[in-house]
């Protein structure tokens, strides 16, 4: 198998959140800004059930088309956030009042926004919070 990239990992899981319908899916390249991990993929599932779908999604989707086991994973008692470890990429997937609280997307406000049209993803549900950082970054990069 090719060398497979971190973003080519970041594509993959944020395009497996999109397909069981994740919606705020920020992929963030936090290369310049941290050591411990080049990408940040956020997501963000309406209930429990949805959250699992979308980490089990992610988690068969890189192993299956890319061969990429997870490091680590976190959250298994905590039914509002879940995290996928795989040491270059980092996958969160939330519940809207946990991401709501958290707000990563903004604690990485200096991060570089990846397009999510590199993964296919056309059409992205976003938010209104989440929708106005998106377009502020899609602004600074023109």
């Known amino acids: 198998m090719a060398d497979i990239s971190s973003l080519d990992i970041a594509l993959a899981a944020a395009r497996a959140a999109d397909e069981r ?38 988690e068969d989707e890189l192993i299956d088309k890319l061969g990429v086991k997870p490091n680590h994973r976190e959250g298994a008692n905590d039914p509002g956030w879940k995290l996928i470890d795989y040491g270059d990429v980092v996958v969160d997937v939330f519940q809207p009042e946990v991401r709501e609280y958290y707000r990563l997307e903004s604690l990485w406000g200096d991060a570089k926004v990846v397009d999510l049209a590199q993964a296919g993803i056309e059409n992205p549900e976003y938010s209104d919070r989440i929708g106005k950082l998106v377009e502020r970054h899609e602004g600074a990069a023109n």
């Open 21 to 58: 319908k994740a919606f705020d899916i920020m992929i963030l390249d936090v290369r310049e800004l941290v050591d411990v991990t080049d990408y940040f993929v956020i997501a963000t599932g309406r209930n429990n059930p949805q959250v699992e779908a979308i980490v089990s999604n992610v």
